[in-house]
């Protein structure tokens, strides 16, 4: 005749078989906003970089603040545009021109 199963093994079978039972779906609490900052430099114009910073941000980022500059030796053809965004429901958009829209 088998020996009884000890108490302790039981009582890991148990754990074991519970660990397997389905758990009840929690609730996935919204993304937390996020904000950041991109920052490019075109040879071609100050256009081209912020359209290019833009297309950087994450889908559904709001533009809050744009800044463009000529950078570099008197002379050269380099311009800088800094671009923030932010994911928040209250981010408030710049009131400079969005150079190009969201893509679909």
Known sequence: MPSPLP?????????AAAVGL?????ETPAEAPMRGVVELISPISPVDACNRA????????VVTAMHH???GEPGERLFNCRV????AEDAQPTRRPILFGPTP
């Open 69 to 71: 500059e000529r950078v």
């Open 54 to 61: 833009q297309g950087q941000r994450p889908n559904g980022a």
């Open 84 to 87: 923030s965004w932010s994911t």
């Open 22 to 26: 389905p758990l009840q779906a929690a």
């Open 7 to 15: 108490l302790a093994h039981v009582a890991a079978l148990l754990c």
